[in-house]
């Protein structure tokens, strides 16, 4: 008998994670709006991430497909040496923190991610890259909330760190009703870092 519970389509994005000492610094940082606004919906540490592409839903049978390209590229690509810095709102409704260091390199990663997706003939929506990491979101009706914890964290900067891996996310946003939760489908060593790929 059929599984009718395995999803015909997956939503996924590619995507670099900041190392744990990077997003502990800036959890630090944002220990007293966790406590002053427990009310916000909070991205949980472990999936910060900064998106270079984001695919959407995919047939689940074209993931794979994606594999080999993207451990190739990933083999070929320097780590861009990062680090995270500040704070911002999207629309008052979303809390982010920044990126610095090395964006020539990042945009650079990220376009040839997007080429290398599309040379397999999966087509997505082409968005700007806008390197964050997002923390937060406010509940419908709350419109000051982000910008009082943006304007608390203005002045932080994390040490450099270098991006070590090339992550394919998988998440549920679409099915789920709760928070959204990422899974790592697999991930790749960028050039010069070493180590095997990574899956679950």
Known sequence: MKDQTAPSTVRVFIALAPPDRAKEELAAALGPAYVSHPEMRWNRIEDWHITLAFLGELPADTVPDLRPTLAELAAKRPSPALALRG??????RVLWSGIDGDLTELHELAADVRTAVRNRGIEFEERPLRPHLTLA????????????????????????????????????????????????????????????????
């Open 87 to 92: 704070s911002g709102t999207f629309d008052d």
């Open 137 to 200: 979101r406010a509940r419908r009706g709350d419109h000051t909330s982000v910008r009082e914890i943006a304007q608390g964290i203005t002045g932080f900067t994390g040490r450099r760190w270098s991006a070590e891996r090339l992550h394919l996310v998988g998440s549920n946003a679409v099915r789920s009703q709760g928070p959204v939760h990422y899974r790592d489908i697999e991930a790749w060593p960028l050039g010069g870092t070493g180590g095997a790929p990574a899956t679950p």
